[in-house]
């Protein structure tokens, strides 16, 4: 049966029910890490972003809906083997995500809240770098239109936002499909990644929908493999 990708779909990750089966979402945040290696490749924001900045100054980070923490203990793990230094804020409004996260940091000596994003501008944070991966296609308009306006505030006149997210298209399903087939019955067995990944997928956004959506002064980019980022900049932001 052929999938409906014409329009965001109307539908709800298994790993965002309040009575998922525990174990099932503790598989599913250790496997984030090898899957985002793959889909995500944290490794060009690191070296686009990250290290430029890291080489001027220590940086403080914030990741908006860190989930199981595989990005943040990722640039922790790439700026010490470089020799650069940031405090790391993993975020998360589900308390789940933060319980594991902090559990498996594998002396990554990263930050961990169970918080909003509003809750850190009411206390006055920023950060140099503010970011987030696969969160923006959770969100309902008010809440999407929330984070980017809490982003910015927190990355001041000097940081960057940067949040990353699928692109929505028919090979980027069929290929997460074909991909994670093989891998259903070992790899990513008793996790959610497989249903959630193409749940995902029909929830994200195309490159024209997210650009009608983001607020004045924010950048869409479309980058390999189906990826989106939505971007803004401040005044002295760049590298």
């Known amino acids: 049966m052929s999938v409906d990708l014409s329009a965001r779909a109307d539908v709800v990750e298994l790993m965002d029910d ?42 403080r980070i914030l990741d908006i809906g860190a989930g199981g923490g595989d990005l ?46 509003g809750d850190l501008v009411a206390e006055g944070d920023t950060y140099d770098v503010v970011l987030s991966n696969h969160v923006l296609h959770h969100l309902e308009p008010a809440e999407l239109r929330t984070v980017l306006d809490d982003s910015r505030t927190l990355a001041g006149s000097r ?30 067995a008793g996790s959610f990644i497989r249903v959630d990944g193409l749940l995902s997928i029909r929830r994200s956004y195309t490159p024209r929908e997210l650009a009608a959506v983001a607020p004045s002064g924010w ?11 939505l971007r803004w900049e401040g005044a002295d932001g760049r590298p």
Do not use: K, M
Request: proline share 4%.
């Open 18 to 59: 309040p009575d998922a089966d525990a174990d099932a979402l503790g598989r599913t945040y250790q496997r984030f890490g090898a899957v985002n290696a793959i889909v995500s490749r944290p490794g060009r924001l690191y070296r686009q972003d990250i290290r430029p900045r890291a080489a001027r100054r220590r940086l």
């Open 219 to 229: 950048e869409v980019r479309s980058h390999l493999p189906a990826r989106l980022e």
């Open 159 to 188: 940081g960057l936002v940067s949040h990353h997210d699928i692109a929505r298209s028919r090979l980027a399903y069929t290929a997460f499909a074909a991909g994670t087939w093989p891998l259903a019955r070992n790899l990513l």
């Open 72 to 117: 943040c203990r990722y640039l922790a793990h790439r700026l010490r083997r470089d020799g650069l230094g940031a405090d790391i804020t993993a975020l998360d409004a589900d308390e789940r995500a933060i319980r594991w996260a902090s559990a498996h940091d594998d002396g990554a000596g990263i930050r961990y809240r169970h918080a909003f994003s």
